[in-house]
């Protein structure tokens, strides 16, 4: 099962090397990683995105909290949670599929944030699978460029992921 | 106290009541050599490979339970050094090792010597630090020691470029008394509510078995561990880490277990209803094919790991925290507990257990004429009385050291169980011996094994450490030799030399003794004349049945009741190799 797990991290260099270099060398798979600061400059916050047994999260998530850098974390998959990745695709457009694509994207709450005469960049916020839905409904040939950020995520409720 | 780099690093080590640092100087660590130079208060060991300074360390922290301390300089000081750190992650030694860095203002630009150290050992080590501003020096030290000794210990890396060193920049010192780590708090005490349930199941038990390991010795609880075992009456099983946690020679000890351990305690293991694990990791070579471990098993376990827990087996009640902490909140439950453990179940578990013991799986052939290596450690045992560290190498003579020299003491087995790292041996004898002159320390070596680290002889004449090798020379890298005879069919590729120097002449060339045995009978008198020499390192060359194996064996993919036995006792092993 796909498990999102939230990471506040000391913001040092190599606490990302040592997140990463976990994962391969316990044989773990990553399937996103995203890593930002937080409002705390001595903190980042990272969220994972993996797949595995729940034997195997389980390993995953004491693993990562005895990296002395780890400060806390959730997997998200524990709690109800929001789940949000952001897109941008570049379709190639021609005058007949335009309006298509327009409508497509409208339909998806998705925005058209670059035009030219041959192209469309649409830019698009959801949960992964409504991404892979638009995708899917877009014709395969037309696209040239697909850039995902890979999931985030936030619990819902008053509880919080903080020191 | 206004002190430069090098200074601090030093006076932090002081600070930390450190007594030995071993090492091996380089361009990068030179303003830190000269800082060692000013003062003694800190006792620098010149090793003659930096492989020998971390096992030294190691070994000296192993004897001691205090952090061993190791300085190497940048880029192949580094490198080399990285061996015997992971020699001690793997298994859980404290260590602060310091390596030099090149200058910080030309780290990345493959400057002359310049490894990334911290990228290297990060998947070996419990922690590193790349020190970048002379004022976080001393607090980075503190935490060094912090982490290296607290929870479950590890290796940690200090790497410090060349120019926080430098002599011409001092800062105001004061060594911190307490660190905090905010992202770091290992649990100690164990969950109350946890802890009365595993009572409550203990107990219940019939068929009880009490597997203990490394954590007890690094918890210092043996004390503990005896008087729980004592007030239950359960059978206790150690693992080749636990070794002397729980007195060998007490009548409730069934032996190590695992792949080469005994009968009785691998069969006990495999027919038990209720296992508690106590320091001890559930290690490959101990659970044989996972599948079949342990099958009717209840198990609790306790490690101040929660990932040591359920990692390869899951467990019924886990509780993470401190052996000694939560062994004594156990006997407390116990005391006041008006269940007692049921004495008729244990009687008939006993006569059970007994009947395991009759196979006598560590018989050998003591009429052979070739000198049996059993026959040697027992030999080493008398001669020293049981009180000797004895620290080993890796191979079939570890087994034979591990088997038949019973510790009743934690401590004086020392090993690498978890890296097998050959080359441990000799430099971690050296260490033990500069921690406790007035003891006996013997490394019982092969001949493969102690052509690793064999340059130490040096160290052990220079430091004047004198240390007994007992080399149980089998011409042979057997323990390779005996896999290669079982699952190979006697093909045995690459696991014999064909020239062996002449250790006697070798021992003698670094200065020491060397003595060469042939017959079973010069075994015993060469070991008395040998540890009559107080003050002389002896190189006990003993010529071995090259055939021997080792037994009893689980053999790969095969379950603890499922273990390969000597031949019947009685009859000659004497044979040819195919
Ligand atoms: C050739 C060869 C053959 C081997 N054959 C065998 C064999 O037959 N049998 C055998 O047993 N081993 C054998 N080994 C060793 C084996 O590889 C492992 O090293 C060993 O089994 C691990 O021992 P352990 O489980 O006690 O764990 P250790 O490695 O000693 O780990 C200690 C555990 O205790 C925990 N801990 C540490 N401190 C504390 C504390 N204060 N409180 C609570 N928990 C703590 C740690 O988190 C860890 O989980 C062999 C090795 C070699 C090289
Ligand atoms: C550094 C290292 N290389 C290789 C091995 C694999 N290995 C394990 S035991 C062994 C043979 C050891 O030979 P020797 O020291 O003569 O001991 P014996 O088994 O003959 O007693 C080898 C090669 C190892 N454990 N460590
Ligand atoms: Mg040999």
New binding site residues.
């Given amino acids: 099962m796909k498990h999102i797990i939230s990471i506040l991290i000391e913001n040092e260099s190599g606490a990302l090397s040592r997140v990463a270099g976990l994962f391969s060398a316990r044989g773990y798979n990553i399937e996103s990683l995203t890593v930002a600061p937080t409002e705390d400059p001595s903190l980042s916050r990272m969220t994972l995105v993996t797949r595995g047994s729940e034997d195997i999260i389980e390993q995953i998530t004491k693993q990562l909290n005895k990296l002395i850098d780890v400060v806390k974390l959730i997997d998200l998959a524990d709690a109800v949670h929001i789940e949000r990745e952001l897109m941008m695709v570049k379709i190639k457009t021609t005058e007949q599929s335009r309006e298509e694509i327009r409508s497509l994207a409208s339909i998806f709450r998705g925005k058209i944030i670059d035009v030219t005469t041959t192209t469309y960049v649409v830019e698009m916020t959801g949960p992964s699978s409504k991404l892979d839905a638009f995708i899917a409904s877009v014709d395969g040939g037309s696209i040239i460029e697909v850039v995902r950020s890979g999931p985030t995520g936030i619990s819902r409720g008053e509880q919080g992921l903080h020191l | 106290m206004e002190l430069n780099g090098a200074q601090i690093v030093i006076q932090s080590l002081k600070d930390e009541g450190v007594e030995y640092i071993f090492g091996y100087p380089g361009g990068a660590v030179l303003h830190l050599y000269d800082a060692i130079f000013q003062q003694d208060a800190v006792k620098h060991i010149l090793v003659r490979h930096e492989q020998g300074a971390t096992h030294a360390a190691d070994g000296y922290a192993r004897a001691t339970g205090k952090p061993g301390v190791v300085l190497v300089t940048s880029g192949p000081g580094a490198t080399n050094a990285v061996t015997g750190i992971a020699t001690a992650y ?3 030694i404290p260590m602060v090792i310091i390596s030099g860095q090149v200058p910080s203002p030309v780290i990345g630009s493959d400057a002359f010597q310049e490894v990334d150290m911290v990228g290297i050992t990060r998947p070996c080590v419990k922690h590193n630090f790349l020190v970048k501003d002379i004022t976080k020096l001393a607090e980075t030290m503190k935490k060094a020691f912090h982490v290296a000794t607290t929870g ?2 590890g290796p940690v890396v200090v790497d410090v470029p060349k120019d926080i060193t430098d002599p011409r920049i001092t800062i105001p010192y004061k060594y911190p008394k307490k660190v905090v780590i905010r992202s770091y708090n290992p649990e100690t005490s164990g969950d109350k509510g946890q802890i009365k349930n595993a009572v409550d199941l203990l107990l219940t038990a019939q068929k009880p078995v009490i597997y ?10 043996s004390k503990e561990l005896t008087e729980f075992a004592k007030t239950l009456g359960f059978p206790i099983t ?5 070794l002397g946690a729980y007195p060998s020679t007490d009548e409730q000890f069934i032996g ?6 005994t009968y009785e305690a691998n069969m006990a293991m495999h027919e038990s209803d209720v296992i508690i694990a ?9 659970t044989g094919k996972l599948d079949e471990f342990c099958p009717h098993a209840q198990i609790i376990h ?4 929660p990932a ?1 827990i359920s990692k390869t087996v899951k467990v019924t009640i886990p509780i993470v ?4 902490p ?1 062994l004594k909140q156990m006997m407390e439950l116990l005391k006041d507990s008006k269940k007692k453990p049921s004495k008729k179940a244990l009687e008939s578990w006993w006569g059970q257990i007994d009947q395991w013991r009759a196979v006598k799986c560590m018989e050998y052939d003591r009429t052979s004429q070739l000198i049996k290596p059993q026959y040697v450690i027992e030999q080493l045992y008398q001669v020293t009385k049981g009180e000797a560290y004895i620290t080993s190498d ?2 079939q003579h ?2 034979w050291a ?1 088997q038949y020299y019973p510790f009743d003491k934690p401590r004086r087995w020392i ?4 890296l ?1 790292t050959m080359g441990f041996g000799l430099p971690a004898a050296i260490g033990v011996k500069l921690a406790f002159p007035d003891s006996e320390v013997a490394c019982v070596t092969g001949d493969g094994s102690i052509q690793m680290c064999i340059q130490e002889l040096s160290t052990a004449l220079q430091y004047k450490a004198p240390v007994k090798i007992i080399n149980l020379n089998n011409s042979y890298l057997g ?1 390779v030799r005996q896999w290669q005879e079982f699952s190979y069919e006697s093909r045995y590729s690459h696991s014999y030399m064909d020239t062996i120097p002449d250790f006697v002449k070798l021992a003698e060339a670094y200065g020491h003794v060397g003595m060469r045995i042939n017959k079973p009978e010069e075994v015993r008198p060469a070991l008395e004349e040998a540890f009559a020499m107080k003050d002389r390192t002896v190189f006990l060359d003993i010529l071995t049945d090259r055939t021997e194996n080792v037994y009893p064996m689980i053999e790969a993919g095969k379950g603890h009741h499922d273990m390969t036995l000597r031949v019947a006792p009685g009859t000659s092993t004497d044979r040819e190799l195919a």
């Fill in positions: 793997m298994d859980s479950r210990p203990s390991g490394g954590g007890v010795v690094l918890g210092e609880a150690n693992t080749l880490m636990g190590m277990l695992g792949m080469h351990g106590i320091g001890a990791r559930f290690d490959d070579r101990v306790i490690d101040v790991d040591s925290g401190e052996v000694k939560v890796v191979g570890q087994m591990a090993n690498s169980g978890g097998g323990m």
